[in-house]
């Protein structure tokens, strides 16, 4: 079965100081990855994927994301976290089969940057 | 530009009622999607169509109806609502073209409330 894992519930960071949100996941042959990032009782806006290609992916906001194979993992990174970034962050798969584009998301994590 | 419309943005209903939500895609988007998002939970696929048919099914309660019209817009029709339809449902589009790399795009949501 298609999955994907967000080890942490909440992840909290300095204002200034580089922040990673992680995420792995499993799938069987090369995976579509999406990450999305939702706003108190707002809807969830798409930040990056990756398909193919360069393993380090640039999205919105500032955002970056590296593809990792061998640990099946996807990681969401940025090196100047801003207080503005505190919010929600769901990873996603999207299936290999049928589905039209379904996604599949992580149970997300929160992170919450302090001035 | 234009995003995903959804109506209505509040809804509160007493249990066993019915209740719609509509749902408005991006202009020359031709695949829907419905979610359902409980407190602290995320987002979990219920159904999506694609031209005016339903593509695939997720965890969509016997309870639960959707199409998609001939203008690609879709409604979810809930019936003998429960407590635990309570939560936010997103309603995201895609375009299916082949090829497409498969990100959604959400509406803001719509929040039920079965009291």
């Known amino acids: 079965a298609q999955s994907v894992a967000q080890p942490e519930d909440q992840v909290n960071v300095a204002e200034g100081n580089p922040l990673t949100v992680k995420c792995t996941y499993s799938v069987s042959g090369n995976p579509y990855l999406f990450w999305y990032v939702q706003y108190p009782n707002r809807g969830l806006q798409f930040l990056l994927k990756?398909?193919?290609?360069?393993?380090l992916v640039k999205g919105s906001y500032g955002f970056e994301a590296e593809f990792n194979k061998s640990q099946t993992s996807f990681h969401l990174k940025k090196p100047s976290a801003l207080v503005s970034d505190s919010a929600l962050y769901f990873c996603?798969?999207?299936?290999?089969?049928?589905?039209?584009?379904?996604?599949?998301f992580g149970a997300g994590t929160r992170l919450a940057v302090h001035p | 530009a234009a995003g995903v419309i959804q109506s209505p943005r509040h809804l509160i209903k007493e249990k066993r009622e019915t209740a719609t939500l509509k749902c408005y895609p991006i202009?020359?988007?031709?695949?829907v999607y419905w979610y359902q998002q409980g407190p602290g939970q995320d987002p979990q696929f219920l159904i999506s169509f694609y031209e005016k048919m339903q593509s695939d099914k997720g965890s969509i309660p016997d309870r639960f109806s959707a199409q998609q019209f001939s203008d690609y817009h879709s409604e979810l029709n809930m019936s003998s609502l429960e407590l635990g339809d309570s939560a936010l449902y997103f309603c995201a589009s895609s375009s299916g073209l082949a090829g497409n790399t498969g990100e959604l795009f959400f509406g803001e949501g719509s929040r039920l409330t079965v009291l």
């Open positions: 202009p020359r988007h031709d695949t």
């Open positions: 990756y398909i193919t290609g360069d393993n």
């Open positions: 996603a798969v999207r299936p290999l089969s049928g589905g039209y584009n379904k996604l599949i």
